[in-house]
C-alpha cells in the first residue's frame, strides 16, 4: 500500500514539473530564432538603403555636370551684376527741409539744359511757358522763349487747323504727335512725360541724378539686349535712352561749370520746380500758421489765467 502511495505521489510531481521543463528547454530554440529574425531584418534594411545610395549617386552627378553642360552649349552664366540694383547715394538739396528753397540759378540752368537736350524726347504737359515767371525770366523773356515754337491751333473760319507761335499761355510743346509716334522713334520705348518725374520715382531726385550719372560699360556677363544702353541704378540696367549727358554739352552764359555731374544736378534741380512750383509759398505759409498758432496759444493761456485767477 504504500510502495502503490509513492509511486503515485511521484507521478504527481512529474506531471507538475513537466510544462516547466518544456518551457526551459524552449527558451534557447526562441532566443535563437529572434536573433535569426532581427538579422534578416537588418538585412533587409540594408538592402532597401543601397538603391536610395545608387540613386543619390547619379543625381549628385548630374548636377556636378550641369554648369559644364551649359558652358558646351554655349550658354552664359548668371551674371550678378545683373540681379543687384544698387540704391542711389542720398544727395544734398537746397530745396529740401523746412526752411529749403529753390537754388534760382540752379533751376534757370536746369532749364537750358531741359530745352537743349531733353526736350527732344521728353514732353512737359503740365508746364507753360508762363510758369517760367517763376524762375525769374521777365514777361518779354517768356515770349521770346515761347516763340521759338509753333503749334497747332484752330479751326479758323475756313475750318481747317493751323499753325501759329507759341504764347506764354501755352503749354510746352511734344516733341511727338502721339505715344505711337513717340514708341516710333524710340525703338519702341516710351519716353516719360517730365512735368512730374521727380514725384513719380522712387528716391525722386536721388534717383534721378544717379540714373544721369550711371551709365557705363557693360558687364561681360551681361545679356546683349539690341539699342539697349547699361545704367547701373535703372531697374534691370538695360535702357534704351542713350546717355543724354556729357562733360560740356551745354554751355551756360555766366560761366557756371557744365561737366556731367552739375548738369544733372541743374536738370533735377529744375524737374523739381516743375513737379512742384508752389513749394516756396506753401513752405512759407506753414511757417506763419504755425507762429500764429504759437501767439494765439500764449494769448489763450493768459486769458484762462485771468478769468481762473479768483478760483481756488
Avoid at 528547454?25 to 538585412?43: I, L, Q, R, Y
Avoid at 555636370?65 to 544698387?86: D, H, L, N, S, Y
Avoid at 538695360?238 to 541743374?266: C, T, W, Y
Wanted: aromatic content about 8%; hydrophobic content about 40%; glycine content about 6%.
Amino acid at each position: 500500500m504504500k510502495k502503490t502511495l509513492s509511486l503515485a505521489l511521484f507521478a504527481l510531481l512529474l506531471a507538475a514539473t513537466a510544462p516547466t521543463l518544456a518551457v526551459a528547454a524552449d527558451a534557447p530554440a526562441s532566443e535563437a530564432a529572434a536573433k535569426a529574425s532581427g538579422s534578416e531584418a537588418a538585412a533587409e534594411v540594408t538592402a532597401s538603403k543601397a538603391p536610395e545610395t545608387d540613386k543619390a549617386a547619379p543625381a549628385e552627378a548630374e548636377a556636378a555636370a550641369k554648369p559644364a553642360a551649359a558652358a558646351a552649349a554655349g550658354e552664359a552664366p548668371a551674371c550678378p551684376e545683373e540681379k543687384e540694383t544698387p540704391e542711389p547715394a542720398k544727395q544734398v538739396w537746397p530745396h529740401k527741409g523746412v526752411f529749403g528753397r529753390y537754388d534760382m540759378a540752379s533751376v534757370q540752368r536746369g532749364f537750358q539744359v531741359y530745352k537743349e537736350v531733353c526736350s527732344s524726347c521728353h514732353a512737359m504737359k503740365f508746364m507753360s511757358y508762363r510758369d517760367l515767371a517763376g524762375l525769374g525770366y521777365t514777361p518779354d523773356q517768356i515770349k521770346s522763349v515761347a516763340g521759338e515754337y509753333t503749334v497747332t491751333d484752330g479751326p479758323n473760319d475756313d475750318g481747317e487747323m493751323f499753325e501759329r507761335p507759341a504764347r506764354p499761355s501755352d503749354h510746352f510743346k511734344a516733341p511727338f504727335a502721339n505715344d505711337k509716334a513717340a514708341r516710333a522713334a524710340n525703338g519702341g520705348a516710351l519716353p516719360p512725360d517730365m512735368s512730374l518725374l521727380v514725384k513719380a520715382r522712387e528716391h525722386g531726385e536721388d534717383y534721378i541724378y544717379a540714373l544721369l550719372n550711371g551709365y557705363e560699360e557693360a558687364p561681360a556677363c551681361a545679356t546683349k539686349v539690341p539699342g539697349g544702353n547699361w545704367n547701373k541704378f535703372f531697374p534691370g540696367h538695360h535702357i534704351k535712352m542713350p546717355k543724354p549727358l556729357a562733360d560740356g554739352q551745354v554751355s551756360f552764359s555766366e560761366g557756371a561749370p557744365n561737366n556731367l555731374p552739375d548738369e544733372a544736378r541743374d536738370v533735377v534741380q529744375f524737374l523739381a520746380y516743375a513737379s512742384e512750383p508752389h513749394m516756396e509759398a506753401r513752405k512759407f505759409m506753414g511757417i506763419k500758421v504755425i507762429l500764429f498758432l504759437l501767439v494765439f496759444a500764449g494769448i489763450m493761456r493768459a486769458v484762462k489765467r485771468k478769468v481762473w485767477q479768483d478760483v481756488k
